[in-house]
């Protein structure tokens, strides 16, 4: 018997169920997706991105990484928001961080090493900008909430300075990126105030 057994299981109880509650998910989903949303994440197993919404299969198009980190050479993320936004056509793009952010801690500390600290060190970069205002939180914890936040805004900068939402801009598509944070400690979503629906002045 497969090691996934229990995968499969669940697998076809959640398929029967999402087909009661809507008998023609499955026949439209397998004709096409329209999902409004580009959702870019944490790879975190926490905050998973359709079940905090409570969205249905079809409305979110997803890319979550290590400290939702959207680098300008990454050419994973940037298929992803090239295809989202040309062919899907998503009217908001969400950039999602989160507090208790390992990925954040870790850089923080300065300890990865390998793949990780490469990937990590932009974060690493956002912590020495921003060390005196951080250093001056005794809390670890809130120290690294505060970096979470940072790096949303951050990455929701550059979302919105990249040549794909640009080019959508200047053909006067409707296209919004948002910058939100999720707290583990009670499952809800805060929005930081940062939305950025046209080209910002250089
Ligand atoms: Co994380």
Same mark, same amino acid.
């Given at each position: 018997?497969?090691? #996934?057994? !229990? ?10 169920? +999402?087909?009661? %509650?809507? &008998?023609? *998910? ?14 870019? $994440? ?12 409570? #969205?249905? &299969? @079809? ?7 290590? %400290? ?5 050479? !990454?050419?994973?993320? *940037?298929? =992803? ?6 062919? *899907?056509?998503?009217? !908001?793009?969400? =950039?999602?961080?989160?507090? @208790?952010? $390992? ?18 060190? @932009?974060?690493? !970069? *956002?912590? +020495?900008?921003?060390?005196?205002? #951080? ?14 936040? #940072?790096? =949303? ?6 979302? %919105?300075?990249? &040549?794909?939402?640009? =080019?959508?801009?200047?053909? @006067?598509? %409707? ?28």
């Amino acid at each position: 018997m497969s090691s #996934l057994a !229990d995968l499969f299981e669940r697998n076809r109880i959640w398929a029967a169920r +999402m087909r009661r %509650a809507d &008998p023609d *998910l499955f026949d439209r989903l397998s004709e096409d997706q329209n999902p409004r949303y580009l959702w870019i $994440g944490c790879a975190d197993s926490r905050v998973p991105a359709n079940q905090v919404v409570d #969205l249905p &299969p @079809g409305t979110v198009f997803v890319h979550r990484n290590i %400290a939702n980190v959207v680098h300008p050479t !990454d050419l994973s993320a *940037l298929a =992803v928001l090239q295809f989202a936004i040309e062919k *899907l056509r998503v009217r !908001d793009i969400i =950039v999602c961080g989160h507090y @208790g952010c $390992g990925g954040v801690a870790a850089a923080i500390r300065g300890t990865a090493r390998g793949p990780l600290q490469h990937w990590l060190r @932009g974060l690493r !970069d *956002l912590y +020495m900008d921003h060390r005196d205002e #951080l250093e001056s939180m005794p809390d670890q914890q809130k120290r690294a909430n505060r970096l979470s936040e #940072l790096n =949303v805004l951050q990455q929701v900068r550059g979302v %919105a300075n990249n &040549p794909i939402v640009e =080019v959508a801009w200047s053909e @006067g598509r %409707a296209l919004t990126v948002h910058g939100v944070i999720y707290d583990l400690e009670d499952g809800h979503l805060h929005d930081l105030g940062l939305t950025i629906s046209r080209p910002v002045p250089a």
